[in-house]
């Protein structure tokens, strides 16, 4: 059971990863995110083509789906969830009936009660994960690109491969000048997602210094949402969290 509870935490517990910045000392201010209009013809309309069909959404204590414009389609009835997204591990099942529980058709979540199944977008569970059903991972490790430098206290962005004085301000993509900055990973290394803070705040930002999302939020989660899903996970107080693209949509 502990080689199946390592294999699910870049998924099903994407949602819990973070850095608060409550413990940190920044403050988030209310700004609102846009809100997503609601098209009210299909529970699958996609507005963002980007970004998955169906989002995790925490709704009071537990966890369920809802669509892209913010109607629950899964019910709220989960200790936690994850994307649906492939999993690994039963793509390469010895089992060769259950792979297709491992495809992006199918997300991993956790009932109240601890059990780990795959549902369908329906929301129906179609398998329970058992440790002798998974296979194991082709190990690949695609080393990031770019890297955070810290210098007199505030962080920059250099590419380690070519960066050799601190001093030379030509050598970093971006020079210290926040307060924080993570790279998220991500599918593409030469634009990654930064999350970065300033002035007591966070935002996202890319490889050339640009503003992404606008700095007005109390934490942005360090989890897998961005390479996953292509979202942010932000919250302006550090207790309630949500879902936002690149353009500063709410889900």
Same mark, same amino acid.
């Given at each position: 059971? &502990?080689?199946?509870?390592?294999?699910?935490?870049?998924?099903? #517990?994407?949602?819990?990863?973070?850095?608060?910045?409550?413990?940190?000392?920044?403050?988030?201010? &209310?700004?609102q995110a846009k809100e997503i209009p609601s098209k009210g013809n299909s529970d699958y309309d996609k507005?963002?083509?980007?970004?998955?069909?169906?989002?995790?959404? &925490?709704?009071?204590?537990?966890?369920?789906?809802?669509? @892209?414009?913010?109607?629950?389609?899964?019910?709220?009835?989960?200790?936690?969830?994850?994307?649906?997204?492939?999993?690994?591990?039963?793509?390469?099942?010895?089992? /060769?009936? #259950?792979?297709?529980?491992?495809?992006?058709?199918?997300?991993?979540?956790?009932?109240? /009660?601890?059990?780990?199944?795959?549902?369908?977008? &329906?929301?129906?569970?179609?398998?329970?994960?058992?440790?002798?059903?998974?296979?194991?991972?082709?190990?690949?490790?695609?080393?990031?690109?770019?890297?955070?430098?810290?210098?007199?206290?505030?962080?920059?962005? =250099?590419?380690?491969?070519k960066f050799e004085n601190e001093m030379d301000y030509r050598q970093y993509l971006i020079y210290p @000048?926040? @307060?924080?900055?993570? =790279?998220?990973?991500?599918?593409?290394?030469?634009?990654?997602?930064? =999350?970065?803070?300033?002035?007591?705040?966070?935002?996202?930002?890319?490889?050339?210094?640009?503003?992404?999302?606008?700095?007005?939020?109390?934490? =942005?989660?360090?989890?897998?949402?961005?390479?996953?899903?292509?979202?942010?996970?932000?919250?302006?107080?550090?207790?309630?969290?949500?879902?936002?693209? @690149?353009?500063?949509?709410?889900?």
């Amino acid at each position: 059971m &502990k080689v199946f509870l390592r294999s699910l935490v870049a998924v099903i #517990l994407c949602v819990a990863w973070g850095v608060n910045a409550q413990s940190s000392g920044f403050l988030g201010v &209310k700004n609102q995110a846009k809100e997503i209009p609601s098209k009210g013809n299909s529970d699958y309309d996609k507005i963002n083509d980007s970004v998955p069909e169906l989002i995790p959404r &925490k709704i009071e204590a537990n966890f369920g789906y809802v669509n @892209q414009s913010g109607k629950v389609i899964i019910p709220a009835v989960y200790k936690n969830v994850g994307f649906f997204t492939s999993d690994c591990k039963l793509l390469n099942s010895p089992v /060769e009936a #259950l792979r297709k529980y491992g495809t992006e058709e199918y997300a991993s979540v956790r009932t109240l /009660e601890g059990a780990d199944y795959r549902i369908d977008r &329906k929301g129906k569970r179609v398998y329970r994960f058992k440790e002798s059903d998974l296979g194991k991972c082709p190990y690949e490790y695609k080393a990031q690109k770019y890297h955070s430098y810290v210098r007199s206290g505030y962080y920059g962005v =250099i590419d380690r491969n070519k960066f050799e004085n601190e001093m030379d301000y030509r050598q970093y993509l971006i020079y210290p @000048q926040y @307060q924080y900055l993570h =790279i998220m990973e991500g599918d593409d290394l030469e634009n990654p997602m930064i =999350i970065a803070a300033h002035k007591n705040k966070f935002g996202v930002i890319d490889i050339h210094g640009n503003t992404v999302v606008p700095f007005r939020y109390g934490d =942005i989660k360090r989890n897998f949402s961005w390479k996953l899903a292509r979202l942010f996970e932000v919250s302006y107080d550090g207790k309630e969290y949500f879902f936002i693209d @690149q353009f500063n949509n709410r889900y």
